[in-house]
């Protein structure tokens, strides 16, 4: 049969196969079995096409003579009408017909060699049989393609998997592989699982085996038998052809079936794709939702600056914000992470599903969270910052005002009475001594009274500062003052008064008495000495550190050393009126002990002095207390110090640790994430050195400690970096995540992944994580891309940033330069793959009904098309059909969210 082959000729796959064929043809002939078996397949296999044409052949050598039925056979298995047959019945009328079939053949691309149609006419069966073989090869076999396979390739490769999940099944070749039968069988059940029961079949029984694949492909296939179990069984290697033959028909039969169910898959596949995405969006939008409720609630409370004006209000509203800092906010920090994960993995999945981006809905964007938490921190630290601010000005409002009720004490003693005593006329009448008596009393008073003047302007200097600073009781304030201010305006109008009707007097009286007048003298300003001491030793202070208390104890010794020489100045006063009164009572002098003076008395100075002393070591007692104070508010600063000095540093070193995992690409990426989670670990594990350090803050707030020069770091700036390295983790594990989703969907290797990376590192100088214009060109052309230095190469340059930065940042992630890479590195589905699914499932209509669909996929997803199809409208609709392609379309579209 060699001479009588035929050949597309624009196939070098299929010459090879066709030189091959020419050897087997020759073996053939020295084989009778072999070409007995091909002339039955051959003609059943006819007989199966020209049936639809109401006809059939009985002896295949002989019926195809006059090329009628050789021509609608052509006919019938390409759909193509062939030239009018000749209807004659000599000689050449059959020559005729049959070389407008063999010129059809060669049309379709079969080179014919060393044929012609007078063989077929005169009927000889060899190359009649290797005609009818050249026809099944290019009408049955030649089309059929599994894995870019083609012909008898793709033919056995199919068979190949059908039957490779069944044991004593193995198929090798088109001849003994299939002399047992259970190849057939296997190919039916595959498919067909409810005709054949394949597990009560035996190796050992071929018999059986042939006979029956043979009688349930005829009955419920419609596929004829082409074979004799006998020939198979009793031949050391069936004939390759007939077997081809025959498997093919298998191949076609099922062929319908194969595309839906590949049809089905591929659909399957891509609705998961679809509700998993909407499943993350409503997520995504749930958790948006609640984070931008409670930072809208929560921020009027942080902006808020009213308060009751007292220090226990504003003790209250520390402790509240407090309970928010400890417990309300972390809950939220963490919901932050994970919203912005989400964000990112959905996106990934979005990119690798070739879908567009999820456009959350106004208002939900990760940037709109981002902004509106920046708004929370910022309100945040205002409301920490005026609540400390709060606290100084309220404790220094409570010192001020204890210490103006004390000096308002002091002088409203001091000025009780003065006033009558001013408006008395005592001076008229009086004795020469007795009016300079009064008038030495008043000069004294005068000296009295102006030394009384730093009091009230030290008590009106504190009631200004205390309207300055918004006391909350301040008309009482006001109305203290003023009536002291008033009263000490009216104290001078009457001394001015009375000093000059004294003087007035003075011009009538010119005698003086001079008795008392030492005492007088050293009295008065010993007195305002003393005065001022006790004021002084009861002085209220308020300090803040051990120097400054030191300080006070410092000044409190150097008043003590003056103490000698006041004790001195005593006992001279004393002295001397020890004197006055001996001299009284040797002189018998009326009313001695009345010094006509000073309105001062011995018993006076003495109690006063008694006080002095009294209060020198309460003044040492208070001074030592404060001084103790102080040393504990310096250790509290010294144990927050310590604590921060080392919690500071570990944050930024595990900061530095995850900023060079990814920059030193050491390991997989598996490797990256399970150190990137063993420092997740670690940090969790590290979380009670930082309720250590908040409780070791409170008790310094509790104890009005608001500066600590033992320490860089304040818990607020601990904070912000605890939060930036918590945040930094689950970032850096989203981003190895989606680089392992990136890897494992799109087929690239760990390999590949780190030579991504190696270049974009390489190029990503300032280790920014981004890559500039410039950075990316060289990256790529490190890579192999033949970027030309043109005109061409700059627009085929600014295609590739238009992908890997369609918003025109000004640089390029690395995640967007890994989608790019993968994108230029493997394919992905596609809308329009969908709907050639779909339109294998319609059965080639453009719309298809919910019944088909219910039929093909699983309930779910049916359900899922049929909820989201839209009705089809076209002339051919039918009721109840549905749009198929404008679906398909939409799966690549916006979503619904």
Known sequence: MMNNMMMPADETDWDDYMTQEEEWDREGLLDPAWERQQKKTFTAWCNSHLRKAGTQIEN???????????????????????????????????????NKALDFIQK??????????????????????????????????????????????????????KTAPYKNVNVQNFHISFKDGLAFCALIHRHRPDLIDYSSLKKDDPYTNLNTAFDVAEKYLDIPKMLDPEDIIGSPKPDEKSIMTYVSSYYHAFSGAQQAETAAGRICKVLQVNQDNERLMEEYERLASDLLEWI?????????????????????????????????????????????????????????????????????????????????????????????????????LDHLAQKFKHKCNIHEEWANGKEQTLQVNDFKGCKLHELKALRKKHEAFESDLAAHQDRVEQIAAIAQELNDLDYHDVGTINTRCQKICDQWDTLGTLSQKRRAALDEAEAILDRLDHLYLEFAKRAAPFNNWMDGAREDLQDMFIVHSVDEVSDLITAHERFKMTLGEADKEFNAIVQLVNEIQRIGQQYNVPNANNNPYTALTSKDIATKWSDVKKLVPQRDKALQDELAKQQAHERLRRQFAQKANIVGPWIERQMEAIATIGVQMTGTLEDQLHKLRQYDQ????????????????????????????????????????????????????????????????KGITEEQLTDFRASFNHFDKNRTLQLEPREFRACLVSLGYN?????????????????????????????????????????????????????????GKAYITAEELRRELPPDQAEYCISRMAPYGGPEAVPGALDYMSFSASLYGESDL
């Open 60 to 98: 295949i050598e002989e019926d195809f003579q006059n090329g009628l039925k050789l021509m609608l056979l052509l006919e019938v298995i390409s759909g193509e009408r062939l030239p009018k047959p000749d209807r004659g019945k000599m000689r050449f009328h059959k020559i005729a017909n049959v």
């Open 108 to 161: 379709k691309g079969v080179k014919l060699i060393s044929i012609g149609a007078e063989e077929i006419v005169d009927g000889n069966l060899k190359m009649t049989l290797g005609m009818i073989w050249t026809i099944i090869l290019r009408f049955a076999i030649q089309d059929i393609s599994v894995e870019e396979l083609s012909a008898k390739e793709g033919l056995l490769l199919w068979c190949q998997r």
């Open 296 to 396: 809208r609630r929560t921020t009027p409370w942080l902006e808020n600056r009213t308060t009751d004006n007292t220090l226990p209000g504003v003790q209250k509203k520390l402790q509240e914000f407090r309970d928010y800092r400890r417990h309300h906010k972390p809950p939220r920090v963490e919901e932050k992470g994970k919203l912005e994960t989400n964000f990112n993995t959905l996106q990934t999945k979005l990119r690798l599903s070739n879908r567009p981006a999820y456009l959350p809905t106004d208002g939900k964007m990760v940037s709109d969270i981002a902004k509106a938490w920046k708004g929370l921190d910022i309100a945040e630290k205002g409301f920490e910052e005026w609540l400390l601010s709060e606290m100084r000005r309220l404790e220094r």
């Open 787 to 843: 970027i030309r230095d043109d005109k061409r190469g700059d627009q085929e340059f600014a295609r590739m940033l238009s992908i890997v930065d369609p918003n025109n940042t000004g640089y390029i992630t690395f995640q967007a330069f890994v989608d790019f890479m993968t994108r230029e590195m493997t394919d992905s589905d596609t809308a329009e793959q969908v709907m050639a699914s779909f339109k294998v499932l319609a059965g």
């Open 682 to 745: 670690a940090v969790t594990q590290y979380k009670p050195n930082m309720d250590e350090l908040e409780t070791y803050n409170q008790a310094c707030q509790e104890a009005y400690i608001f500066e600590n020069r033992h320490s860089q770091y304040t818990m607020e700036t601990i904070r912000v970096g605890w939060e930036q390295l918590m945040t930094a983790i689950a970032r850096n594990i989203n981003e190895i995540e989606n680089q392992i989703l990136t890897r494992d969907a």
